[in-house]
């Protein structure tokens, strides 16, 4: 004992304040902490959606409110040859664009996920066109695909003599059609690579090491290992995409704004053109409003793929 | 079944140089067990017999086909990994079946070699679960199941205990070595246990920084190690070692004097390490005076912590001691089970 003195002590506990009692209390913590995201959700979620399903059952016009007129706008539509073209055009580019995006996406991830020299360079490379703003890449797509300008015809014609025309990529439907997809699906792919890149590198090793004991081949440990254990994660990305490229605005607007002659309109953008340049604003929220159905189908597919199968039931894999 | 015969086999990742010429004979229907502290090139040999990793140089022949150059599959082995790898997303029944279903066997040998399987391991009511339903133990097994399933030449366990709490690993000890008595087929099976290397063997390989320090039974290499490395490593509590010098045809250390194991002795003045085992030492009045340090009784034994002329031992005793720290014991070695080394080389000389 070195003989310095004991000091007791003895801890103070000071009544609770009352505030400090009520931040105590769980009813009022639970209201206190969902009020925020019910908020921003009532003023920026369903307060829009109500005005615009409210508005496709009036005719409502910029600067003239409108009278209810219950389904007569859909009627309008069911008959107008632009919008059901422009539901043709956004199933097909949504199936088209969504298959080459996983396609590709896939392919992109099983090679990141080898042992790369410089794999990390090229996964930075791979997220560039994800993090270019939307409307930039546009831009630039725009130009690759100028009638006069366009690097593509310059390496065809000038440098390759491959063709010997210029090719007019936004003059006629299917090469503006098909030139969209292609943009869509550079600007997706990085999306589905990276998330499907995160989801191969869950699968354990050991698991293509036990396969390759047993006897399968690289293509039946793709099979019968990768892909049903890439599946839950494949589910999510799909909705995901699917839900994005259905609901595509800017690309198509700032590259061909629907044209030429309303073949590339999506729902999204025929929407915009309709309601707030054309004027139409209950006609517009119609639009909108039959993109909702679609919307729904894809979520409920979601919510099926996505619910878990019965092998990932109980505890963990180790 | 078949021998496996592993010839001056060399490994390095990089620069690392992992297995500096290992050569191992595995007979016929033999229990192997390749054992070694971490990182001493165990399971890459392991590895390199199944195939998932090339051999570097040598050779590598199973059932007296060298086997450099065949696919794992082709190798007829069978593998059962530390983490069980079990398929999360197929049912008992199917990760068992899985190689069947790849050679495209008929649905009714699929059954029939499954349920065999299932039966020798107890499975038989868990054939429909998925492996995240199973306890360790149980996954333990169907990983042996999926082995079985296969009737391979050789058996590889890669330290297919260590994820297991220690009882379960002491009762699946006893079912993979029954399991092997009722097979018969050729194991090899790596492990940093010595334990498990002891109770399961029929041959055991000690290795150390990717060399072979013995082969050897169990028990030879428990009575007789080769070296410093293996008398250290094999046994539990392990090998007192004791640092002094020959003098008058007695170990002398400090001012102590204890008797030679008989054999070669070495000359006058010569240093070397003593050996004794924990249990051969004996309570004696007249042996040497040690300074008890802690006592541990275990119910079946007493093992006692003591100093001998400043060096720590560990004494195992039949008898219970009664003994407190701080008091003097007097012990003595049986001087038929003592081992004397050479420091510098570490190699047995008596």
Request: proline share 6%.
């Amino acid at each position: 004992m070195s003989g310095a003195e004991t000091i007791s002590w003895t801890p103070v506990r000071k009544a609770p304040s009352p505030l400090a009692r009520l931040f105590d209390s769980k009813p009022f913590l639970i209201a206190i902490c969902l009020l925020p995201a019910f908020g921003l959700l009532a003023v920026f979620l369903t307060y829009p959606l109500g005005l615009g399903i409210y508005l496709s059952f009036t005719d409502t016009k910029l600067g003239r409110p409108g009278v209810w007129v219950g389904l007569e706008n859909f009627q309008y539509l069911l008959e107008d040859r632009v919008f059901l073209n422009a539901v043709w055009f956004t199933v097909f580019y949504t199936a088209v664009a969504t298959v080459l995006k996983f396609a590709l996406g896939l392919w992109l991830a099983l090679l990141l996920n080898e042992n790369l020299p410089i794999k990390s360079l090229i996964r930075a490379v791979i997220l560039l066109p994800w993090i270019t703003p939307t409307v930039l890449s546009a831009i630039a797509f725009w130009w690759i695909y100028d009638p006069q300008f366009s690097i593509v015809s310059y390496v065809l014609v000038d440098k390759l003599h491959i063709l010997s025309s210029y090719i007019d990529f936004l003059g006629t439907p299917w090469h503006a059609r098909w030139s969209l997809i292609v943009a869509n699906v550079w600007r997706g792919i990085p999306f589905v690579a990276i998330s499907l890149l995160a989801g191969l590198q869950t699968i354990s090793p050991s698991l293509y090491e036990a396969a390759m004991l047993d006897g399968a081949s690289s293509w039946q440990r793709f099979r019968k290992v990768t892909v049903p254990l890439l599946m839950p994660i494949l589910a999510v990305v799909l909705t995901f995409s699917v839900l994005f490229t259905f609901a595509d605005f800017q690309l198509v607007y700032a590259i061909t704004r629907g044209g030429p002659i309303n073949s590339t309109h999506l729902m999204a953008t025929l929407a915009f053109q309709r309601g707030i340049p054309g004027a139409a604003l209950g006609e517009g929220a119609a639009i909108a409003v039959s993109m909702i159905p679609f919307l729904i189908l894809a979520t409920l597919f979601s919510y099926f793929a996505i619910g878990q199968r019965k092998w990932q039931q109980g505890g963990s894999d180790e | 079944m078949a021998e496996v015969s592993i010839r001056d086999v060399r490994k390095a990742f990089g620069t690392t140089q992992i297995l500096h010429g290992v050569s191992v004979e595995v007979a016929d229907g033999e229990f192997a067990v390749l054992v070694g502290p971490s990182g001493c090139g165990k399971s890459t040999l392991l590895r390199m017999i199944a195939g998932l990793e090339n051999v570097g140089r040598g050779e590598i022949a199973i059932g007296g086909r060298v086997v450099n150059n065949v696919a794992p599959k082709e190798r007829d082995i069978a593998m059962v990994l530390q983490n069980y790898a079990l398929y999360p997303h197929m049912t008992v029944r199917d990760n068992m079946a899985f190689s069947l279903t790849l050679a495209n066997a008929p649905k009714a040998v699929q059954e029939q070699k499954v349920s065999r399987a299932a039966e020798i391991l107890g499975l038989g009511s868990l054939l429909d679960r998925y492996p995240r339903q199973l306890s360790g133990g149980q996954r333990q097994r169907v990983a042996m199941g999926r082995a079985i399933v296969r009737d391979p030449q050789v058996f590889l366990f890669d330290e297919p205990l260590s994820n297991l709490d220690a009882k379960l690993r002491v009762q699946m000890r006893g079912e993979i070595k029954d399991l092997h008595q009722r097979l018969r087929t050729t194991t090899i099976y790596v492990t940093h246990d010595q334990i498990e290397a002891m109770t399961m063997a029929d041959k055991i390989v000690v290795m150390q920084g990717g060399r072979v320090e013995q082969i050897g039974a169990p028990l030879d290499l428990y009575d007789r190690p080769a070296n410093l490395f293996v008398a250290g490593f094999i046994g539990s509590p392990s090998m007192n070692f004791l640092k002094g010098t020959v003098q008058n045809g007695a170990f002398r250390f400090g001012d102590m004097m204890l008797p030679l194991p008989p054999g070669p002795g070495g000359s006058d003045g010569m240093a070397v390490t003593y050996g004794v085992r924990p249990e051969h030492w004996r309570l004696d009045d007249a042996g040497v005076a040690s300074i008890v340090r802690l006592v541990e009784p275990t119910g079946s034994e007493t093992q006692v912590v003591a100093e001998i002329g400043g060096q720590r031992v560990i004494c195992a005793f039949r008898e219970r001691v009664s003994a407190r720290p701080g008091e003097t014991l007097h012990i003595s070695p049986d001087v038929m089970h003592t081992h004397l080394f050479d420091p510098s080389s570490g190699m047995r000389m008596a």
